[in-house]
């Protein structure tokens, strides 16, 4: 299969939660034929995983999905649409959750756009029982011994709770 559209969904994923997972599922299966999961190195934020640990995270819960042969997973540590253009993707995807995303994800857009004007932004709104899911937050619940099963995949449940 040729892949016409090829996308990319970058984050931190400090932790993958379920909210990841649910634009992960749409976009593979619903916008692209192909995805690539940059998950970013981010200096800006202090993880809580390694970058080889969010990695290594994000690898196995793709890999559970019926859709794995079409989605790769990769660390980047370059501006986005330079990791973009050199994997071939015409889509970078991103997830809104409130209207406070808005905001950034727009200005985030329009700089990506004027960067490379070849590379489109598509915007997913988070599925209702997601709007509220952040990692901060579930990292937050699970260090002060809050149930965070609803948010995240038992797999990654027991990385967090390893990490107390």
């Known amino acids: 299969m040729v892949e016409r559209h090829v996308g990319v969904y970058a984050g931190t994923f400090d932790p993958i939660t379920n909210g990841h997972m649910d634009i992960i599922t749409r976009a593979a299966t619903h916008l692209v034929d192909k995805l690539i999961l940059a998950v970013a190195r981010n200096p800006g934020k202090v993880p809580l995983f390694t970058l080889e640990e969010r990695v290594a995270m994000v690898q196995v819960e ?30 970078l995807i991103r997830g809104l959750r409130a209207v406070s995303d808005f905001e950034y994800e727009f200005q985030m857009a329009s ?21 509220f899911i952040s990692s901060r937050l579930v990292k ?24 107390r």
């Open 111 to 131: 700089m990506n756009r004027y960067l490379k004007p070849d590379i489109e932004t598509t915007f997913l709104m988070a599925s209702d029982r997601n709007q």
């Open 140 to 163: 937050e619940i699970c260090l002060l011994n809050g149930e965070i099963d609803q948010f995240v995949s038992p797999r990654v449940a027991v990385k967090l709770i390893a990490k």
């Open 62 to 91: 793709v890999d559970a999905t019926e859709f794995a042969d079409r989605v790769d997973v990769e660390p980047f540590d370059t501006l986005l649409t330079d990791f973009a253009q050199s994997h071939g993707a015409n889509v």
